[in-house]
Nanobody, 116 residues
């Protein structure tokens, strides 16, 4: 059974940084595509960033140049480094694992709050 655990959220000031982690087990992590999503209060969940099994990264325009997604296949963990945080980045952040068979698994979410 695939398990996904998000962590690393917290409170940051505007302009600050946080790093989120996404640990996955029960699947061939190195073959999976990892996505980060976020959901702000009263808004729909939106896609933030992706890293493929080959290490190709893509970002939403709203975070491009500020956020960096990476992965460590030896640790079965993906990361989202968030710099230059803004109050509008406040949301619950979710990691999504897309396996080689195209099954999706979600983490439980981690709260990020950015104060102005």
């Amino acid at each position: 059974q695939v398990q996904v655990v998000d962590s690393g959220g917290g409170l940051a000031q505007a302009g600050g940084s946080l790093r989120l982690s996404c640990a996955a087990s029960g699947t061939i992590f190195s073959a999976a595509t990892m996505n980060w999503y976020r959901e702000a209060p009263g808004k729909q969940r939106e896609w933030v960033a992706q890293i493929t099994s080959r290490g190709t990264t893509t970002y939403a325009n709203s975070v491009k140049g500020r956020f960096t997604v990476s992965r460590d296949n030896a640790k079965d963990t993906a990361y989202l480094q968030m710099n230059s945080l803004k109050p509008e980045d406040t949301a619950v952040y979710y990691c999504q694992v897309v396996t080689v068979f195209q099954y999706n698994y979600w983490g439980q979410g981690t709260q990020v709050t950015v104060s102005s």
